[in-house]
């Protein structure tokens, strides 16, 4: 199966401040078939980010997704308090899907 | 609105066999593909499987002796069972639409809506 290895596991910065996120992949994924999610504690994974670089429906423009072949990464431009959460990248491009282990994005 | 919520015992004892169910609100089950991931506490996301709405399945293979899929369209439900659970089963497990379509020669695939997720304990 397809390890999918994100980097770094948690990161500190503050209001206004720019979010860089990695999700590396094992074998080469096809943009098409790469995610980004959002987990807030006690909730539910939330999709940010499909096809590498699309935004979800309802998803603030700051999001934004990269990337191709093992390397994509995920950008939030300008932190906001309520950005606080886990992210996940997910591959689907071979079965079974598999996700990264998650970045914490702490707000300080 | 499309709601998905999942059921079942939030207690399982070892070698006992975990049973859950997604209900889903405002959407029929038709024509989609419906997953299981779950979540041990403070870890990540591990896919179980998914079914769709022919009875169509997949297993991830790590899990496949153990897990048995099933869906009921005229209760708009699908259903999962894992047997002799122990305590690594422990979890949240959510239920999830999986989205697949093409578009413009490109085609995509994700996990666009999911439940709150239920904890089941495995314990004596």
């Known amino acids: 199966e397809i390890v999918m290895t994100q980097s770094p596991a948690t990161l500190s910065l503050s209001p206004g401040e720019r979010a860089t996120l990695s999700c590396r992949a094992s074998?080469?994924?096809?943009?098409?078939?790469l995610s980004w999610y959002q987990q807030k504690p006690g909730q539910a994974p939330r999709l940010l980010i499909y096809g590498a670089s699309t935004r979800a429906t309802g998803i603030p423009a700051r999001f934004s997704g990269s990337g191709s072949g093992t390397d994509f990464t995920l950008t939030i431009s300008s932190l906001q308090p309520e950005d606080s959460a886990v992210y996940y990248c997910?591959?689907?491009?071979?079965?079974?899907?598999?996700f990264g282990g998650g970045t914490r994005v702490e707000i300080k | 609105q499309v709601q998905l919520q999942e059921s079942g015992p939030g207690l399982v004892k070892p070698s006992e066999t975990l049973s859950l169910t997604c209900t889903v609100s405002g959407e029929s089950l038709n024509n989609a593909y419906w997953a299981w991931i779950r979540q041990p506490a403070g870890k990540g996301l591990d896919y179980i499987g998914r079914i769709y709405s022919s009875g169509s399945l997949y297993y991830n293979p790590s899990l496949k002796s153990r897990v048995t899929m099933s869906i009921d369209m005229s209760k708009n439900r699908f259903s999962l069972e894992m047997s002799s659970v122990t305590a690594a089963d422990t979890a949240v497990y959510f239920c999830?639409?999986?989205?697949?379509?093409?578009?413009?020669?490109?085609?995509?695939?994700?996990?666009?809506?999911w439940g709150r997720g239920t904890l089941v304990t495995v314990s004596p």
């Open positions: 074998q080469s994924v096809t943009s098409s078939f």
């Open positions: 999830a639409h999986y989205k697949q379509y093409c578009s413009g020669g490109n085609c995509f695939r994700y996990f666009d809506l």
């Open positions: 997910q591959q689907d491009n071979s079965l079974p899907p598999t």
